[in-house]
Structures are given as structure tokens and as C-alpha cells.
């Protein structure tokens, strides 16, 4: 059963910082370029990070970079988000996706991701 996982999420403090992680499970992760989008209340789900396939390279939406670090764990079939100095703008539901055709873009679509996880919230709250 191909399958992704997201955990790692929860409530954090504004400054604090978060690891959340996609776990595979029925497929080879390591084979697919993975994105991490993020859908706040009352917003579209947006394109927030992706790690390609063939070299590992990493993309960011321009408001997150410097904050925002995706890594890939191919040992554990998972790729990995970390997220620092968290702002109240980063509350949102984060869902990881998993695409084998385009790999990585500039401007993430959701429908050019094949396989999703459930989602994680990442609620940043004093």
C-alpha cells in the first residue's frame, strides 16, 4: 500500500522551531521529487519547499527561504522539513506530496503530485 506520513507538527512558540517529517511507506521515496506545501485557514494549499530526485536540489518559496530546510533521510524512506524562527504566519495544516513525472518547479501545482500525505498542523502561538 503506497502510503505518506506526516509528523513532527504541533504548537510552538514564535522564535521556536520544528522538524516535521514524510514518511514512505510502499514506495521508494528516494525515486520521487517530494514537495511540502502548507494550507492555512481560509487559504489556498501553497507550494512551500521541494527536494528533487536525480541531485537533491532544493527549492523555496521566496517568503520562507533562509527559514525553511528540506532534507532527504533515504535510509528511512523520508524526507525532512525544518522549520525555524516560526512566525504566526506559518500556522497552517503542512502536507508533504510525492511526484515522479515533472520533479521540482518553480511554481509548485498540486495536481503534478501523484501521491499525499494527511497532513500535520503547525500552530505557532505565544
Known amino acids: 500500500q503506497v502510503q505518506l506520513v506526516e509528523s513532527g507538527g504541533g504548537l510552538v512558540q514564535p522564535g521556536g522551531s520544528l522538524t516535521l517529517s514524510c514518511a514512505a511507506s510502499?514506495?521508494?521515496?528516494?525515486?520521487?521529487?517530494v514537495g511540502w506545501f502548507r494550507q492555512a485557514p481560509g487559504k489556498e494549499r501553497e507550494g512551500v519547499s521541494c527536494i528533487d530526485t536525480s541531485d537533491s536540489s532544493e527549492y523555496y518559496l521566496d517568503s520562507v527561504k533562509g527559514r525553511y530546510t528540506i532534507s532527504r533521510d533515504n535510509a528511512k524512506n523520508t524526507v525532512h522539513l525544518q522549520i525555524d524562527n516560526l512566525k504566526p504566519e506559518d500556522t497552517a495544516v503542512f502536507y508533504c506530496?510525492?511526484?515522479?513525472?515533472?520533479?521540482?518547479?518553480?511554481?509548485?501545482?498540486?495536481?503534478?503530485?501523484?501521491?499525499w500525505g494527511q497532513g500535520t498542523q503547525v500552530t505557532v502561538s505565544s
Open positions: 510502499g514506495f521508494r521515496l528516494d525515486y520521487y521529487a
Open positions: 506530496a510525492a511526484t515522479a513525472v515533472l520533479g521540482c518547479t518553480p511554481i509548485m501545482h498540486t495536481e503534478q503530485y501523484d501521491y
